[in-house]
C-alpha cells in the first residue's frame, strides 16, 4: 500500500516536531513548513494526501491557505485539519466554512490528532473495482463510494471529506430524518469535541454545491426543524 504524505505546517517547533513524530510512528511519510507560502509551494511539489495546518503562520494565513486550497480544482478534495490555539466557536465556525475536515484546538493530545488523521485518510483512501453496490444513484446525483467522486448531472464535483461522508450518509438513508447528534457521531466519530453547529456549517456547504451544479430546483437536502436533516426521496 502506498505510504501516504502528509504536511504539517506550524510556526511553532515543537509542535511540529511533536506532531511529526507522533505520525511518522504509525506509519505516514511527514513533510514539514514553517509558514504558508513554504506550505503552498510544497503542495505544488508532493502528493499530499492529509494537510495539518495552523492558522497564525508567518507570509499567509492558515485561513487564507483553506480558502486557496478549496478554489484549486487540483487540491479541492484535500483533507485539512486544523490544528491551532483559537479556540473561540467564531474560529471553528469560521475554519469549517471555508472548508477544513476538522478543527483540533492547543493544548491537544497526540493520540487524539493521530486518531482524527487516521480516520479521515481511512475513509478517504479506499479502493478496489467498482460494483453497482459501490454507488449510489439518486436521480442525477451518483456517488461514487470507491473513488469519493461525486457526479451532479454527469459532471463530476468535488466535496471535502466530510461533505462527501455527510452527503453518502445521507443518501443511503434517503427519506429518513438523521439527527444532529447521530450525524455527529457516525461522521466525526466518537469524543469529538465539537457540537452539531459543525454538522449544520458542512450541511450548508453541501446543499449549496447540490443546488448550484444540478438543474432541477429542489431541495435535495430538507432541514426538519428541530431534530436533524433528510435526504429527499427521488425517484
Known amino acids: 500500500m502506498k505510504e501516504k504524505k502528509i504536511l504539517v505546517v506550524d510556526d511553532e517547533e515543537n509542535i511540529v516536531e511533536l506532531v511529526k513524530f507522533n505520525l511518522e510512528k504509525e506509519g505516514y511519510q511527514v513533510f514539514v513548513t514553517y509558514d504558508g507560502q513554504a506550505a ?115 459532471k463530476q464535483v468535488n466535496f471535502t471529506p466530510k461533505e462527501f461522508e455527510l452527503l453518502m450518509l445521507l443518501a443511503k438513508n434517503a427519506g429518513k430524518v438523521l439527527t444532529r447528534n447521530f450525524l455527529l457521531k457516525e461522521i466525526w466519530g466518537y469524543g469529538y469535541n465539537g457540537d452539531t453547529r459543525t454538522v449544520d456549517v458542512h450541511i450548508r456547504r453541501t446543499r449549496q454545491k447540490l443546488n448550484n451544479n444540478l438543474a432541477e430546483d429542489v431541495e435535495y437536502i430538507e432541514t426538519v426543524r428541530g431534530v436533524g436533516y433528510r435526504f429527499k426521496e427521488l425517484e
Open 40 to 154: 503552498l509551494d510544497k503542495l505544488q511539489e508532493e502528493d499530499i494526501d492529509l494537510l495539518v495546518l495552523d492558522l497564525m503562520l508567518p507570509e499567509i494565513g492558515g485561513l487564507d491557505i483553506c480558502r486557496q486550497i478549496r478554489n484549486d480544482d487540483e487540491l479541492s478534495d484535500l483533507p485539512i485539519i486544523m490544528l491551532t490555539a483559537k479556540e473561540k466557536e467564531v474560529d471553528r465556525i469560521l475554519g469549517l466554512e471555508l472548508g477544513a475536515d476538522d478543527y483540533v484546538t492547543k493544548p491537544f493530545s497526540p493520540r487524539e490528532l493521530v486518531a482524527r488523521v487516521k480516520a479521515i485518510l481511512r475513509r478517504t483512501g479506499s479502493s478496489g473495482q467498482k460494483t453497482d453496490e459501490d454507488c449510489i444513484k439518486l436521480g442525477e446525483i451518483v456517488i461514487d463510494l470507491n473513488k469519493y467522486e461525486v457526479l451532479l448531472d454527469d
